[in-house]
C-alpha cells in the first residue's frame, strides 16, 4: 500500500523550515531495518497537487513509502516522535 506522510514545512511565521536530506535518516533507517520498505521525502516550497496526491495547501516534506496494510500505523507510530525531533531540531 502506498503511504504518504505530509508534514508543513513552515513556522508559524511563514518561514520555511531549512532541513537537509540528511536530517531525515533515522526515518530512512527504520523504515528499511524495521519495515523492509524504502522512502522517498520530498520537499515541495510552493502548495501544490504533488505526485498524483490531493491539493496540499501549504508548502511541506512529504514522505512516500509502501508498505503492508497491517505496517502502516506501526510505521507512523514508530516514526512520528522521529518526525517531531527533526522539525523541533530546526525551528
Same mark, same amino acid.
Given at each position: 500500500?502506498?503511504?504518504? &506522510?505530509?508534514?508543513?514545512?513552515?513556522?508559524?511565521?511563514?518561514? /520555511?523550515?531549512?532541513?537537509?536530506?540528511?536530517?531525515?535518516?533515522?526515518?530512512?533507517? $527504520?523504515?528499511?531495518?524495521?519495515? *523492509?520498505? /524504502? $522512502?522517498?521525502?520530498? !520537499?515541495?516550497?510552493?502548495?501544490?497537487?504533488?505526485?498524483?496526491?490531493?491539493?496540499?495547501?501549504?508548502?511541506?516534506?512529504?514522505?512516500?513509502?509502501?508498505?503492508?496494510?497491517?505496517? $502502516?500505523? *506501526? !510505521?507512523?507510530?514508530?516514526?512520528?516522535? &522521529?518526525?517531531?525531533? $527533526?522539525?523541533?531540531?530546526? /525551528?
Amino acid at each position: 500500500m502506498n503511504t504518504n &506522510i505530509t508534514i508543513p514545512a513552515e513556522t508559524e511565521d511563514g518561514e /520555511l523550515l531549512d532541513i537537509p536530506r540528511s536530517a531525515w535518516a533515522d526515518v530512512e533507517k $527504520v523504515a528499511n531495518e524495521e519495515f *523492509g520498505a /524504502l $522512502v522517498n521525502i520530498h !520537499f515541495h516550497k510552493e502548495p501544490g497537487a504533488y505526485h498524483g496526491g490531493s491539493l496540499i495547501p501549504f508548502p511541506h516534506f512529504l514522505i512516500e513509502t509502501t508498505l503492508d496494510i497491517g505496517q $502502516v500505523s *506501526g !510505521f507512523i507510530e514508530r516514526i512520528k516522535p &522521529i518526525i517531531n525531533d $527533526v522539525i523541533a531540531s530546526h /525551528l
